[in-house]
């Protein structure tokens, strides 16, 4: 408050003036801001982190082949000069004590009294009474004989074997000697296989509904017989003994180097997109997996069984017992270098136009428009993604995963190239696991131990699957035979912009429902099946029970020379 008093001429006057300093003035211009949306760089040059030209100078090296010090001299340890005298060594011949009277031990007197003595040579008793056992008098009569020479039996007829008739009869054998065809010509009739029919003849003109009654008037049937199981690709036979001769070879795959190995464990599930493995070496492969200066792990090629698997070595640890020093090692595959931290986050998505799903993944795995050599084996049905649609944040991995899990799939290393393979959870439905063809039928006589887990989900029967914004879909998805009435909580999806998706993402959460089990087979590497991975179907019997699946996990344990696979297969009730 600034207050004013002046004096003009008779006239006197009081002026007061107010000034607020508190008076709010509103924002002009948004540049005042400190903080601002960036705009996002997309130069590769902009990035802090790029694979680094890798240096050829063996003078940039802190490791190398010393030079041989050939001086003696310069040696820590040495044969030491012998020393001759007699008298400077701390162990020698002593000189034998002749006097009895010193040695703690000596020979004593003998006592040839008979009586003093334990044990002795009895005088033999000539008399055959005294005698508890004796040679008896050999009979001759050849009755009081058990055994003897049998008569040879000279009649035939009480042979058991002897030579067959043969049989002329070419039909009564599956094998015969072939011959020469006759002059003229002959035609094989294969008699036609009747056809499958999905009705009994018995029955003709009789229909079966499938579903009750509906207010919508619709008629759904069921084929009353479904042809039966189907072969299984690879069929393990039934035997009392199996005998596998098991094989571990680890090398460093640059240079080719041996890595002798005592134990090693792999796992693979579902749920994973790579490699878990471990295994002890010899402390004489400490070198041999010693990381590069860019700090990329060392690659290893491990053959189980003569089948060979990339793998990472990402840590190493040395434990030292008694008269051994070992070092454990362990990892990922090689898909390991599309995550952290090999690779960096990036901002990834399809502004400049449409893309199917395959071509984003193949997207994703580029920079700056050029592969960083990985490639896709696309398992999904593809479908059309618009411009403008799919954002994602994240390494090369997570991007691949989000499109692969958009439509209910998953991603499954390649054993040893730079592959991804993209897998369905369920290509097919559980409730047509009667019509499918399984990868490997398996017989219990090779299980060593089985376990199962139930598990109790709800029964949904219909689920919602929606995309995002004007470019998204929206799709009822039904159970085939219900109703509908148990409704799942409903999906959403930015890549959810075609039937086709919405329907895999669809099949995938129904299939997921109800009673289930969780069954561990463990059993050996059979030459027939090797390695079981993740996403094969598998018919195990036990006489007349069966059981079908999916497997989600895999595990192998080798402890020279015994090793052991583990599968987790997903049942349904």
Known sequence: MLSVGADIGALDA??????????????????????????????????????????????????????PVRSSTESKWQDSVRLRAVVAARYQDGLPVRSAATSAWQDTGRIRAAVSARWQDASPLRHAADSHWQEMQRLRASVASRWQDGTGARRFIVEDGRDATPISHAFASHWQDARKPPPGRSWHTIPPEPPHLCYDPADLGKLQFGL????????AFWCRDDGGEQPAQIVVPARRVYIVINDVDLRRVDGNLPLPAYTLAMSLDADS???????????????????ARSGEPVE?????????YRLLVESMRRSRQFAQTRIEVSGRGTAALLDAPYAATQQFGNPSGPRSAQQLMLDVLTLNGVS???????????????AGTWSHQGSYITALNAIAQAAGGYLQPHATARTLRVLPRY?????????????????????????VEWVKKPDYTRVYVSGEGATGVLARITRTG????????????ALITHADAARQRGRAILSDTGAQAMVSLTLPVLPETGLILPGQFIRRTDGAEVLQGYVRGMSLAWDRPKMRQTLEVQTHG
């Open 14 to 67: 009081s002026i007061g003036l107010r000034w607020d300093a508190n008076v709010s003035r509103g924002l002009v211009h948004m540049v005042h801001s400190h903080y601002q949306d960036a705009k996002p760089v997309t130069a590769a040059v902009a990035s802090h982190w790029q694979d680094s030209a890798p240096i050829k100078r063996p003078g940039a090296s802190h490791w190398q082949d010393a030079a």
């Open 212 to 219: 009750d009654t509906s207010a919508l008037g619709v008629l």
């Open 273 to 291: 997109w790579t490699w878990q493995w471990s295994a002890t070496l010899h402390k004489a492969a400490v070198p041999l997996l010693a990381p």
């Open 300 to 308: 290893v090629e491990v053959k189980v069984n003569g089948v060979p």
């Open 372 to 386: 960083i050599g990985w490639a896709v084996d696309w398992g999904l049905t593809d479908w059309q993604v618009p």
């Open 427 to 451: 290509p097919v439905a559980p409730w047509d696991w009667g019509t499918l063809a399984p990868d490997i039928e398996l017989p219990m006589d090779p299980v060593s131990i089985e376990g």
């Open 482 to 493: 219900t109703a509908g009435d148990e409704l799942a909580p409903m999906v959403t999806d």
